[in-house]
């Protein structure tokens, strides 16, 4: 800005110079007037860099200059009807680096100036929506990683390290050993920059803070992993510096990557493209120097990948106590004691409410009260019956932010029937006594049942008041500790989480996505029918769940009558699915050089075997055709002393719907693929791969077909629910990268 205000304010002065300069320099400038129009950001790199060029003068040292800024490169950008960004930032780059010098007035001039002129060209390429472009055109926008920078956030680092060991006190030692806290010594206690190597085991710290682990969502955790995440986002590019690397062809290498894999995403979804691309995505959004490219990015392919629907009906036909409460009658209306017991009967129906940021639902109470009572007035008691019709509602609203009640409103109106007036403590005068009683209670019936129906509606407000709010405050304490708790530990909870409700159902809208994990890249398919329960369900939110699930997941099987291990941060569904479950793989196809997982009755004895899923993504699926791909990724596949790393293994299931069960199907021969080789575009592979592809294919059918390995058929029970019964699956469709499920109430 300062820049192009100053050629606002100065131009002729400007031009008079920047021609001097070229003259003295015997041509080494170009004429200061270019040949087409200039925008204003690009007038003003001129006008700034003319100004530079004619304050270093002639000589070695401006040659010097002009080599190590890279201002030929400039001069062709400026002189272009199309600049490149990513040249411009290349230049930028080198403006920007801790050359003695640059942080005088003139160096400081061309570089705001130059930074103005990129990010106004990036926008109108981000305009038009061209992502791939835009990645190209970012790939000069490395800010280089000072040592000042560095060293603050490894005291930030430290200084969270001393605020978590603090708070745990007692059981510091504990969670150290648990965290591998010796791996962060290099970084807590040394002075000097941590090498390469222990940057990498910082890592397995980071895996530690991100395990399903309870208590790792407290603040003292969360707060230091964010200072370790931002610590390993920015020390290895000043490690790769002070190495004597360019870290910014480095960078230039991720956003071309980026910009091939959006080039691919843009024509055709596969399991790899989501996954290449947002890895390196990730990489660019840590370091934080292409903002806008993330931001265009994740508005395109990071958008909600889970919808749900309940409708009102079936938030009503869960099955729940009716209200039956019986309480003791103690009041006094006009002078009479009324004592005795009271029988409330009543329902409770959740009737949805339009609201656009939260589930809104309003509990309408109905019922009645049958009380039977003894009043004592004087020398008489009064024997009654009275039947009290209870209304009462009250607004609730649930959000990730909070559950909240409103006050509870609420009405009655009473009836009482008087079955007898006796006189108390002897007979004497007890006809005239009691027909004056009577005539009394004849005449105050009216107010008394005001006055009675006025305390039922106080005490039904009161204790609807304060039950509702003991349910909610329940409801929200599942919620933290069963769902917001182990999402946050795991850096799971997502970005976009909306709740609102219609007149008729309730809606959650979700992207379930880490920060580095992409989502859908669309809307979802439109609701088909009449459903009382919805999902629509994107292949990535399946995707980013098992990364935080399976990630790091060892399978294993010691024998062939031996249970399979389920080894690492396995979530429970899994360990109580392979508990206690023995293989017995068959035997690889005769001759075939590739790992042998087992052995059937027949063959050679059985082989151990294990294998141990990508940490990063141990799994992808696209839903299309009707049908469920699978993509598991195994670092490592290992039998006794053979050891093959970075396979894929690929199966394919038909989604069927039989009755009210979905049942995957599983169609055509495994196959198996090198991680990250995506037939898509991949077309060549190297010899010995295609080799070994086609014999661990074998391998993995044979065992398949065997009746071991990934089974035939996978059942998914229906969904039943204690008190109302089977819902019935009234939609089920896998198409287009979504699978969209719908049942009905019994």
């Given at each position: 800005?300062?820049?192009?205000?100053?050629?606002?304010?100065?131009?002729?002065?400007l031009?008079?110079?920047?021609?001097?300069?070229?003259?003295?320099?015997?041509?080494?400038?170009?004429?200061?007037e270019?040949?087409?129009?200039?925008?204003?950001?690009?007038?003003?790199?001129?006008?700034?860099?003319?100004?530079l060029?004619?304050?270093?003068?002639?000589?070695?040292?401006?040659?010097?200059?002009?080599?190590?800024?890279?201002?030929?490169?400039?001069?062709?950008?400026?002189?272009s009807?199309a600049?490149?960004?990513?040249?411009?930032?290349?230049?930028?780059?080198?403006?920007?680096?801790?050359?003695?010098?640059?942080?005088?007035?003139?160096?400081?001039?061309?570089?705001?100036?130059?930074?103005?002129?990129?990010?106004?060209?990036?926008?109108?390429?981000?305009?038009?929506?061209?992502?791939a472009?835009?990645?190209?055109?970012?790939?000069?926008?490395y800010?280089?990683?000072?040592?000042?920078?560095?060293?603050?956030?490894?005291?930030?680092?430290?200084?969270?390290?001393?605020?978590?060991?603090?708070?745990?006190?007692?059981?510091?030692a504990?969670?150290?050993?648990?965290?591998?806290?010796?791996?962060l010594?290099?970084?807590?206690?040394?002075?000097?920059?941590?090498?390469?190597?222990?940057?990498?085991?910082?890592?397995?710290?980071?895996?530690?803070?991100?395990?399903?682990?309870?208590?790792?969502?407290?603040?003292?955790?969360?707060?230091?992993?964010?200072?370790?995440?931002?610590?390993?986002?920015?020390?290895?590019?000043?490690?790769?510096?002070?190495?004597?690397?360019?870290?910014?062809?480095?960078?230039?290498?991720?956003?071309?990557?980026?910009?091939?894999?959006?080039?691919?995403?843009?024509?055709?979804?596969?399991?790899?493209?989501?996954?290449?691309?947002?890895?390196?995505?990730?990489?660019?959004?840590?370091?934080?120097?292409?903002?806008?490219?993330?931001?265009?990015?994740?508005?395109?392919?990071?958008?909600?990948?889970?919808?749900?629907?309940?409708?009102?009906?079936?938030?009503?036909?869960?099955?729940?106590?009716?209200?039956?409460?019986?309480?003791?009658?103690?009041?006094?209306?006009?002078?009479?004691?009324?004592?005795?017991?009271?029988?409330?009967?009543?329902?409770?129906r959740?009737?949805?409410?339009?609201?656009?940021?939260?589930?809104?639902?309003?509990?309408?109470?109905?019922?009645?009260?049958?009380?039977?009572?003894?009043?004592?007035?004087?020398?008489?008691?009064?024997?009654?019956?009275?039947?009290?019709?209870?209304?009462?509602?009250?607004?609730?609203?649930?959000?990730?932010?909070?559950?909240?009640?409103?006050?509870?409103?609420?009405?009655?109106?009473?009836?009482?029937?008087?079955?007898?007036?006796?006189?108390?403590?002897?007979?004497?005068?007890?006809?005239?006594?009691?027909k004056?009683?009577?005539n009394?209670?004849?005449?105050?019936?009216?107010?008394?049942?005001?006055?009675?129906?006025?305390?039922?509606?106080?005490?039904?407000?009161?204790?609807?008041?304060?039950?509702?709010?003991?349910?909610?405050?329940?409801?929200?304490?599942?919620?933290?500790?069963?769902?917001?708790?182990?999402?946050?530990?795991?850096?799971?909870?997502?970005?976009?989480?909306?709740?609102?409700?219609?007149?008729?159902?309730?809606?959650?809208?979700?992207?379930?996505?880490?920060?580095?994990?992409?989502?859908?890249?669309?809307?979802?398919?439109?609701?088909?029918?009449?459903?009382?329960?919805?999902?629509?369900?994107?292949?990535?939110?399946?995707?980013?769940y098992?990364?935080?699930?399976?990630?790091?997941?060892?399978?294993?099987?010691?024998?062939?009558?031996?249970?399979l291990?389920v080894?690492?941060?396995?979530?429970?569904?899994?360990?109580?699915?392979?508990?206690?479950?023995?293989?017995?793989?068959?035997?690889?196809?005769?001759?075939?050089?590739?790992?042998?997982?087992?052995?059937?009755?027949?063959?050679?004895?059985?082989?151990?075997?294990?294998?141990?899923?990508?940490?990063?993504?141990?799994?992808?699926?696209?839903?299309?055709?009707?049908?469920?791909?699978?993509?598991?990724?195994?670092?490592?596949?290992?039998?006794?002393?053979?050891e093959?790393?970075?396979?894929?293994?690929?199966?394919?299931?038909r989604?069927?719907?039989?009755?009210?069960?979905?049942?995957?199907?599983?169609?055509?021969?495994?196959?198996?693929?090198?991680s990250?080789f995506?037939?898509?575009?991949?077309?060549?592979?190297?010899g010995?791969?295609?080799?070994?592809?086609?014999?661990l294919?074998?391998?993995?059918?044979?065992?398949?077909?065997?009746?071991?390995?990934?089974?035939?058929?996978?059942?998914?029970?229906?969904?039943?629910?204690?008190?109302?019964?089977?819902?019935?699956?009234?939609?089920?469709?896998?198409?287009?990268?979504?699978?969209?499920?719908?049942?009905?109430?019994?």
């Amino acid at each position: 800005m300062l820049a192009e205000h100053r050629t606002l304010r100065r131009p002729l002065t400007l031009i008079f110079l920047a021609t001097l300069a070229c003259a003295v320099s015997a041509g080494l400038c170009r004429a200061a007037e270019p040949a087409h129009a200039q925008s204003a950001p690009a007038a003003a790199v001129d006008a700034a860099l003319a100004e530079l060029r004619a304050w270093l003068g002639a000589g070695d040292n401006r040659q010097r200059w002009e080599q190590y800024l890279q201002l030929a490169l400039l001069d062709d950008q400026l002189a272009s009807d199309a600049p490149d960004p990513a040249a411009i930032g290349r230049v930028l780059g080198q403006f920007r680096s801790e050359a003695n010098g640059l942080e005088m007035r003139r160096f400081a001039a061309v570089r705001d100036a130059l930074a103005d002129w990129q990010r106004q060209l990036q926008s109108q390429i981000a305009a038009t929506g061209d992502l791939a472009r835009l990645a190209e055109a970012s790939a000069g926008d490395y800010q280089p990683v000072t040592a000042a920078e560095e060293r603050a956030a490894r005291g930030e680092l430290r200084r969270r390290a001393a605020q978590l060991q603090q708070s745990l006190g007692g059981q510091a030692a504990a969670w150290q050993a648990y965290l591998q806290w010796e791996l962060l010594q290099p970084v807590l206690a040394d002075e000097a920059l941590p090498t390469r190597r222990q940057l990498l085991a910082l890592a397995d710290v980071s895996d530690r803070l991100y395990a399903n682990h309870p208590g790792l969502e407290l603040p003292a955790f969360t707060k230091f992993r964010q200072a370790l995440d931002e610590y390993r986002a920015v020390a290895p590019w000043r490690q790769a510096a002070e190495a004597g690397r360019n870290p910014a062809e480095n960078y230039e290498v991720l956003a071309k990557n980026l910009a091939g894999q959006l080039e691919r995403l843009a024509q055709q979804r596969t399991t790899e493209t989501p996954w290449l691309a947002s890895r390196v995505l990730g990489a660019i959004d840590e370091l934080g120097d292409s903002p806008e490219l993330v931001a265009a990015v994740r508005a395109a392919y990071a958008q909600p990948n889970l919808y749900a629907v309940v409708s009102g009906d079936f938030v009503n036909a869960i099955p729940r106590k009716p209200v039956d409460t019986t309480r003791p009658v103690h009041q006094d209306i006009l002078g009479t004691h009324i004592i005795g017991t009271s029988r409330t009967l009543a329902t409770v129906r959740f009737e949805p409410v339009p609201w656009d940021d939260a589930i809104a639902l309003v509990a309408r109470f109905q019922g009645h009260a049958y009380a039977r009572t003894n009043g004592y007035n004087g020398p008489v008691r009064i024997r009654s019956t009275s039947t009290t019709a209870l209304s009462g509602v009250k607004r609730i609203h649930f959000s990730d932010a909070g559950f909240v009640t409103g006050a509870a409103v609420t009405d009655a109106e009473t009836q009482a029937h008087i079955h007898s007036i006796n006189k108390t403590g002897g007979q004497f005068g007890h006809k005239l006594i009691e027909k004056i009683a009577w005539n009394r209670a004849g005449e105050s019936q009216g107010d008394s049942e005001r006055i009675g129906a006025r305390n039922a509606a106080e005490q039904l407000r009161e204790n609807y008041d304060m039950e509702l709010a003991a349910a909610v405050a329940e409801g929200r304490a599942s919620y933290e500790q069963n769902v917001r708790a182990p999402l946050r530990r795991q850096g799971f909870f997502p970005e976009i989480l909306r709740m609102s409700s219609t007149s008729s159902d309730l809606r959650i809208v979700a992207a379930l996505a880490k920060r580095s994990q992409l989502g859908a890249d669309g809307p979802p398919p439109p609701y088909q029918g009449n459903h009382d329960l919805s999902l629509r369900l994107h292949e990535s939110a399946v995707d980013n769940y098992l990364a935080v699930a399976l990630g790091g997941v060892r399978l294993s099987q010691d024998a062939a009558d031996a249970p399979l291990k389920v080894t690492g941060s396995a979530p429970p569904w899994l360990k109580k699915a392979t508990a206690g479950k023995a293989l017995q793989p068959a035997s690889p196809p005769a001759g075939g050089d590739g790992p042998a997982l087992g052995a059937d009755a027949g063959a050679p004895p059985f082989k151990p075997w294990s294998l141990t899923l990508n940490s990063e993504a141990p799994a992808g699926v696209t839903f299309e055709d009707g049908q469920l791909r699978i993509r598991l990724r195994a670092v490592v596949l290992a039998s006794e002393e053979d050891e093959y790393r970075n396979w894929d293994i690929l199966i394919c299931y038909r989604v069927t719907q039989q009755g009210d069960r979905v049942v995957l199907v599983r169609t055509g021969d495994i196959e198996a693929l090198p991680s990250g080789f995506d037939p898509a575009w991949d077309k060549r592979m190297a010899g010995r791969d295609s080799a070994f592809r086609n014999t661990l294919a074998k391998n993995m059918t044979a065992r398949a077909e065997a009746g071991q390995g990934f089974p035939a058929e996978i059942d998914i029970p229906a969904i039943n629910i204690a008190g109302l019964g089977r819902l019935h699956l009234s939609e089920l469709v896998s198409a287009d990268h979504w699978l969209s499920l719908g049942w009905q109430l019994p």
